[in-house]
């Protein structure tokens, strides 16, 4: 029973190693289909260059919704879970806006992002 207790911390130890820290494999540029978009009438370009280190997601984003809408935003933030203040995001009327970004596994995360404390 305690080998098998043993062989358990420490492959639950490899797997929590694992999903820390942030997806070097997201680096690089990465351009939107806009045929293939959840909402192909709003978004028209999105363009997203990620440069991440194993501790921030950094990424800059050129887009054009229409236009006389077009714009960038660039960003980073830690990828620990918590809640860290981020760039007003173009699609929020809140000055208050959140992000928080946790990897998942070897191939995706979950990020979250608030304005003024409500999942945007």
């Not at 173009?90 to 208050?96: E, G």
């Amino acid at each position: 029973m305690r080998i098998l207790f043993t062989i358990f911390a420490l492959f639950a130890t490899v797997s929590v190693q694992a999903a820390s820290g942030c997806m070097l494999e997201m680096n690089g540029k990465w351009s939107l289909n806009p045929e293939k978009s959840l909402d192909p009438d709003e978004l028209q370009f999105e363009v997203l260059v990620f440069t991440n280190t194993e501790s921030e997601q950094r990424y800059f984003m050129e887009f054009e919704n229409g236009p006389d809408d077009k714009g960038s935003l660039e960003w980073s933030v830690p990828c620990d879970r918590a809640d860290h203040p981020s760039a007003i995001f173009p699609w929020s009327n809140s000055t208050n806006n959140t992000v928080a970004v946790r990897r998942l596994g070897d191939k995706s995360e979950f990020v979250i992002q608030k304005s003024d404390g409500i999942l945007a």
